[in-house]
């Protein structure tokens, strides 16, 4: 049973920068795509970015040069290194895993595991 636990959110305002962390009981390395979502209240719940087995890296185009995921796979740990940060940013925010090579954000579907979730609030 793949588990994530998320931490790290919180509040700050619009500019500043938080970094999420989900201690996961896998890493991409073992053939996970690994991924954060957020959901905002009254949408959809939307992937933000992901990173596969080979290091390779996606993001949504709204947190480009903006987010970075990365991971210790020492620590078996996924980071979300969020800066710039702007209101439109506030959701809760998942850290999620899927049994693929390759991440495919828009098919939330391909995500089987998930964790409880993390509030991120900016103020403007």
Not at 19 to 25: D, E, F, H, N, Q
């Amino acid at each position: 049973q793949v588990q994530l636990v998320e931490s790290g959110g919180g509040s700050v305002q619009a500019g500043g920068s938080l970094r999420l962390s989900c201690a996961a009981s896998v890493n991409s390395r073992s053939g996970y795509c690994l991924g954060w979502f957020r959901q905002a209240p009254g949408k959809e719940r939307e992937g933000v970015a992901g990173i596969e087995y080979d290091g390779r890296r996606t993001y949504t185009d709204s947190v480009k040069d903006r987010f970075t995921i990365s991971q210790d796979s020492a620590k078996n740990t996924l980071y979300l290194q969020m800066n710039s940060l702007k209101p439109e940013d506030t959701a809760m925010y998942y850290c999620a895993a899927a049994r693929t090579m390759r991440c495919v954000l828009q098919r939330r579907d391909f995500f089987g595991y998930w964790g409880q979730g993390t509030q991120v609030t900016i103020s403007s």
